[in-house]
């Protein structure tokens, strides 16, 4: 995010698709440029605009980024200038997803390798921690730390099925 500081478009944060213009980027796979002059129009198309028209958002560009075949995100320009965006800045758009859609997938493929490796590591660790000792409550809150680096919790707990089957312990 660069630019005007649009509390509704901060990094990190998740963007629901429905009743979005993102999220018609998204599922129509084409580029758009919104000229908000008449904002309730805009609102009743994209009621996820508001809080961008709200900022004095008057203009928007954005497109789809393509890897191959599948969209991997988006990109978007917003301008407090009224019909500031052309046909030409579109094609820019395209031209400017085309040349970072690699970088991207490339990020996303290492978050991706790293996050298994550190899944792979944990696994590692449980079975070290498991079978140092046949008394589970000797290391269970050892076990229980080691899974919460992968699935965050504030409770975790085994339930041994006892003979009868039809209760745990």
Same mark, same amino acid.
């Given at each position: 995010?660069?630019?005007?500081?649009?509390?509704?478009?901060?990094?990190?944060?998740?963007?629901?698709?429905?009743? @979005?213009?993102?999220?018609?980027? &998204?599922? %129509?796979?084409?580029?758009?440029?919104?000229?908000?002059?008449? %904002?309730?129009?805009?609102? *009743?198309?994209?009621?996820?605009?508001?809080?961008?028209? =709200?900022?004095? &958002?008057?203009?928007?560009?954005?497109?789809?980024?393509?890897?191959?075949?599948?969209? #991997?995100?988006?990109?978007?320009?917003?301008? %407090? =200038?009224? @019909?500031?965006?052309?046909?030409? +800045?579109?094609?820019?758009?395209?031209?400017?997803?085309?040349?970072? *859609?690699?970088?991207?997938?490339?990020?996303?493929? +290492?978050?991706? &390798?790293?996050?298994?490796?550190?899944?792979?590591?944990?696994?590692?660790? #449980?079975? %070290?921690?498991? @079978?140092?000792?046949?008394?589970?409550? $000797?290391?269970?809150?050892?076990? $229980? =730390?080691?899974?919460?680096?992968?699935?965050?919790?504030?409770?975790?707990?085994?339930?041994?099925?006892?003979?009868?089957?039809?209760?745990?312990?």
């Amino acid at each position: 995010v660069s630019g005007l500081n649009l509390a509704s478009r901060q990094p990190g944060n998740m963007y629901p698709l429905p009743g @979005s213009l993102t999220g018609e980027l &998204v599922w %129509r796979g084409v580029g758009i440029i919104v000229d908000s002059e008449d %904002r309730e129009q805009t609102t *009743a198309l994209y009621p996820g605009a508001a809080s961008v028209l =709200e900022s004095g &958002v008057y203009s928007t560009l954005g497109v789809p980024i393509f890897f191959g075949e599948k969209i #991997i995100g988006v990109i978007i320009w917003d301008s %407090r =200038e009224a @019909s500031i965006y052309n046909a030409h +800045h579109l094609d820019f758009a395209w031209r400017v997803a085309f040349q970072i *859609a690699g970088a991207i997938a490339n990020s996303q493929l +290492h978050q991706a &390798v790293q996050q298994q490796a550190n899944e792979q590591e944990t696994l590692a660790e #449980i079975g %070290r921690i498991i @079978s140092s000792s046949l008394d589970i409550s $000797a290391i269970y809150e050892r076990f $229980a =730390e080691e899974v919460g680096k992968v699935i965050p919790t504030d409770s975790i707990s085994i339930g041994i099925k006892n003979s009868d089957g039809n209760t745990l312990t």
